[in-house]
């Protein structure tokens, strides 16, 4: 297979979490897996989980990934974040890029599960490339939705490509 290049927006947003080597990570949608591979390129001891709700989006991200995978960095499963299952207080760093789950529907559930998953100190990193007139809704519906879980919000921009990102700590 031909080396897929990780796009500006994905590195800009892997590099803004701050992946160590030793880092638990659940990536929520994990699609093509460029988000998979840039963060599997940075952990050593550390682990990735990746989920998708959708069939291809899991095979893409396993077959790109393959070698994380038999290095034991990367875990691709195809499940709904509603009904995941992780060890309490294992995650050091959620990424989800273009989940619309926090912005479009009530996801207050999903967002508890995550706060009683993630370390303290850990957080939640949701990324959106979205037209100019629909981040001020996605920034105020995902905060919220961070917020009423008992994260702490702050948001951050990439001008080009444009980026919104919301990092909801821990």
Request: hydrophobic share 45%; glycine share 8%.
């Amino acid at each position: 297979m031909a080396r897929q290049e990780i796009p500006p927006r994905i590195r800009w947003a892997v590099d803004l979490m701050e992946v160590r080597p030793d880092d638990q990570v659940l990536e929520i949608g994990c699609g093509p897996g460029a988000g998979a591979e840039a963060i599997c390129e940075r952990l050593e001891t550390g682990r990735l989980f990746a989920i998708d709700r959708s069939e291809s989006g899991v095979d893409r991200t396993r077959r790109r990934n393959q070698k994380h995978v038999d290095a034991g960095r990367l875990t691709v499963r195809q499940i709904d974040l509603a009904t995941l299952r992780v060890p309490v207080k294992r995650l050091t760093k959620v990424f989800a890029f273009n989940v619309n789950l926090f912005w479009v529907r009530d996801c207050a559930d999903e967002v508890a599960l995550l706060h009683e998953r993630v370390v303290p100190g850990g957080a939640v990193y949701l990324f959106y490339e979205a037209r100019p007139e629909l981040v001020p809704e996605i920034v105020r519906k995902a905060s919220a939705a961070l917020t009423a879980a008992g994260f702490r919000v702050s948001v951050v921009e990439q001008k080009a490509p444009p980026v919104i990102g919301l990092i909801g700590r821990r």
